[in-house]
């Protein structure tokens, strides 16, 4: 197994990596309403947890207004409490036997915040990205030593290493840049 195979083997990990943080991103508030936004909070519905795309349909019929169904009306203050709980600032009203969320105009101070959260998730990404980096680094200088591979193969494995990484850090830094130009529409 060349230095090839190795910068390949890692290429899925980098793949979850961008995958992660998409979905990460997607659970950030934007100017606009997204059913990304509430579909994972946890609800406590008959003792046990369940995500809320499990127990409603969810949707945005306005710009700023998500609209939740829940397959029974037994799930309404359990989703009612659920969506109190979570941090996306936004009190829930029910009317009937749906619930609707109004997301109010984002402030110049939660854009801020926002932003901070955004260069996090970055930054953990790209944690992970030089994590893979190292192992595969690691294995290629392994192969060296034993001399599976000669001294350019080594080098050569580094450059081509390298340029996976750089490309992966560039979708990184793409996905989190066009999250920004969202949140500061």
Partial sequence: MGY????????????????????ELAKIRTAGASVSLIEDIKVECFGQQMLLK?????????PRVIVIQPWDSSYIDSIQKAIEKSNIGVNPVVDQKIIRLVLPP????????LSKILSEKKENARKTVRHWREEAWKEIQEKFRKGEISEDEKYKG???LQEVIDEYNKKIEEKVEKKEKEIML
């Fill in 4 to 23: 090839l195979e190795i910068i390949e083997k890692i290429k899925p990990e980098l793949d979850k990596v961008i995958g992660f943080l998409e979905r």
């Fill in 158 to 160: 580094k450059d081509k």
């Fill in 106 to 113: 984002l402030t110049e101070e939660y854009r801020k915040n």
């Fill in 54 to 62: 499990q127990l409603a349909s969810i949707s945005v019929p306005e």
